[in-house]
């Protein structure tokens, strides 16, 4: 019987951590939600953020900052698009209380870069580069 229990838990724990959602199948982040980026000019590039899709971390949206500057609140399996302007950009993001993500990208001009904001079973939350 101690092993069956300890097999369930095992089961539902690694059950628990979130899972890639490619952009292209990812549902948008209702237009409420979005707060800058979102008018594009000449000469700037595509940055999406997407968020995998998941139970962990599903009570509450995740913050999208870029440059400092709150963007966007994505929830699990959605995703974000953003207009900005070719050159260096900090990108963030913060969710439930797992801290701050921030990583560094240089994007060129007419160019699309991809970021994907994971979340394991105990709370850790990530923010990379994805080709997804």
Same mark, same amino acid.
């Given at each position: 019987?101690?092993?069956?229990?300890?097999?369930?838990?095992?089961?539902?724990?690694?059950?628990?951590?979130?899972?890639?959602?490619?952009?292209?199948?990812?549902?948008?982040?209702?237009?409420?939600?979005?707060?800058?980026?979102?008018?594009?000019?000449?000469?700037?590039? #595509?940055?999406?953020?997407?968020?995998?899709?998941?139970?962990?971390?599903?009570?509450?949206?995740?913050?999208?900052?870029?440059?400092?500057?709150?963007?966007?609140?994505?929830?699990?399996?959605?995703?974000?698009?953003?207009?900005?302007?070719?050159?260096?950009?900090?990108?963030?993001?913060?969710?439930?209380?797992?801290?701050?993500?921030?990583?560094?990208?240089?994007?060129?001009?007419?160019?699309?870069?991809?970021?994907?904001?994971? #979340?394991?079973?105990?709370?850790?939350?990530?923010?990379?580069?994805?080709?997804?």
């Amino acid at each position: 019987m101690k092993f069956f229990v300890g097999a369930l838990a095992v089961a539902l724990l690694a059950g628990c951590a979130t899972s890639p959602t490619p952009s292209g199948q990812a549902d948008p982040v209702p237009s409420a939600r979005l707060f800058g980026y979102q008018k594009s000019s000449a000469g700037d590039a #595509i940055l999406v953020v997407t968020r995998d899709s998941g139970f962990v971390g599903s009570g509450c949206n995740t913050t999208v900052s870029i440059d400092g500057k709150k963007s966007a609140e994505i929830g699990s399996g959605e995703n974000a698009r953003f207009f900005v302007p070719a050159g260096d950009h900090i990108v963030g993001a913060s969710a439930c209380g797992s801290g701050l993500k921030e990583r560094e990208t240089s994007i060129k001009a007419g160019s699309t870069k991809k970021f994907r904001i994971s #979340i394991d079973s105990a709370m850790s939350m990530d923010l990379s580069p994805t080709a997804y």
